[in-house]
C-alpha cells in the first residue's frame, strides 16, 4: 500500500454552490507527497453527493463515503476513523485553501518534529473575495512552543487560530482515542484543549492559507437556539480539564471566566427574546454553573460584576422569564 503522508478530511452538508472551488483548491495543492482527500457526505440533499461521486471518479486521490445526516462532528469522526496518512487536516467544505497550505504545515511539522502545525486565515466574503477592508487572524507570535503554553492564547482576539479544527495539520497520534462529540454544536470547545495538551511542539505558521468563507447561513451568524448553549458545556468541559490535570493557575483562571462570559452572554441574548425553549436551555445550565463555583472557587480572574450578574440570574425563574400563559 502506498504511503500516504496526509488525508485532508472534508465533512460536506448542503454546501454545492462552494464545493467545487474548495476540492479544487485542496487537488491543486503544490505538494509533492502522496495525499488522499475524505469526502464525508453526511446527507446532502442539494447535490453535493452527485459532486463528490464525480470527483472521486476522475482523481484516485479521493475517497467518498456516505452517510445520514448525523452533523459536523460525526462527519469529521468518520473521517478521521477512515483516514491512513501520517498527518490529518480538515478543510471545511465551504473554504478554500491556498496551494502552499499543505507542504508549508507538512514541511514545519517534519522539520521541527513537531505534533501539530497552525498558519494564519484570512477571512472571505460569500463570494469569495477579501473583505474590505480585509480581515485576517494571525498566531500572537511566529515560532514553536510547546502545546501547554499556548492555551491562554484560546482567550485573545485571535483566539479563533488555535481553537477551530481547520487551519491545521496534525499528526495521526494526536487523535489516538480522541474524537468529536456527535450531536453537539461548537464541538471544537470539547476537543481544542485536548490537542494542545498532547503536542509537545506546536508550530505557529504567520502565513495565510486558510480562507474562511463568511457565510450568512452558518451556525456561528445565525440566530440563538438552544444548542447554543453548547458552547457553555464545552468551555465547562475545558475548565474542569485543566483542573483535574494541573493546568497553570493563569490558564484554569481564564477558562473559568470564559465559560461565565459566555454564559451571561447567552443569557442576555435570551433575554432579548425569552421563548420557553431558550428559557429550559438556560435553567438546564444554571446547574452547571453553581457545579462550577464548588469546583475550584476563588480563580483570581473572575471580575466582581460577573458574579453579580450571574447571582441575579440564578435567582430569576423561568417563569419570570417567559410567563406562562393560564
Not at 458552547?231 to 475545558?238: E, T, W, Y
Request: hydrophobic share 35%.
Amino acid at each position: 500500500m502506498e504511503r500516504i503522508a496526509i488525508s485532508v478530511i472534508v465533512p460536506i452538508y448542503n454546501t454545492k454552490a462552494y464545493l467545487e472551488e474548495c476540492l479544487d483548491s485542496i487537488l491543486a495543492q503544490d505538494f509533492k507527497e502522496p495525499y488522499e482527500v475524505l469526502l464525508v457526505d453526511d446527507g446532502s440533499t442539494d447535490g453535493c453527493t452527485d459532486i463528490c461521486d464525480a470527483y472521486a471518479a476522475k482523481d484516485n486521490r479521493v475517497r467518498v463515503f456516505h452517510q445520514e445526516n448525523q452533523g459536523l462532528s460525526a462527519a469529521r469522526n468518520t473521517g478521521i476513523d477512515a483516514a491512513r496518512g501520517r498527518y490529518y487536516a480538515f478543510v471545511d467544505s465551504d473554504d478554500v485553501v491556498l496551494s502552499a497550505y499543505l507542504r508549508t504545515l507538512y514541511n514545519a511539522c517534519e522539520e521541527h518534529d513537531a505534533y501539530m502545525a497552525l498558519c494564519a486565515v484570512e477571512d472571505v466574503q460569500e463570494s469569495g473575495e477579501s473583505c474590505v477592508p480585509p480581515h485576517s487572524t494571525h498566531p500572537a507570535q511566529e515560532g514553536v512552543f510547546c502545546g501547554k503554553d499556548l492555551l491562554n492564547e484560546f482567550y485573545t482576539p485571535n483566539g479563533t487560530v488555535y481553537t477551530v479544527a481547520w487551519n491545521k495539520l496534525y499528526r495521526a497520534e494526536v487523535w489516538k482515542l480522541l474524537h468529536y462529540p456527535e450531536g453537539r454544536l461548537h464541538e471544537d470547545d470539547f476537543v481544542a484543549h485536548r490537542l494542545f495538551w498532547r503536542c509537545d511542539k506546536v508550530v505557529c505558521v504567520d502565513t495565510i492559507l486558510y480562507h474562511y468563507r463568511l457565510s450568512s447561513g452558518s451556525i456561528c451568524r445565525s440566530s440563538i437556539k438552544p444548542e447554543a448553549f453548547d458552547a457553555v458545556d464545552g468551555l465547562a468541559d475545558r475548565y474542569r480539564f485543566y483542573v483535574e490535570n494541573n493546568a497553570d493557575r493563569s490558564v484554569i483562571d481564564s477558562a473559568y471566566a470564559a465559560c461565565w462570559r459566555r454564559y451571561l452572554f447567552l443569557c442576555a441574548k435570551v433575554r432579548q427574546n425569552p421563548t420557553p425553549q431558550l428559557v429550559k436551555a438556560i435553567s438546564k445550565e444554571q446547574f452547571l454553573m453553581q457545579g462550577l463555583i464548588s469546583y475550584l472557587p476563588n480563580c483570581r480572574h473572575m471580575k466582581m460584576t460577573e458574579k453579580l450578574s450571574a447571582a441575579r440570574w440564578s435567582m430569576m425563574s423561568a417563569e419570570s422569564l417567559c410567563p406562562i400563559k393560564k
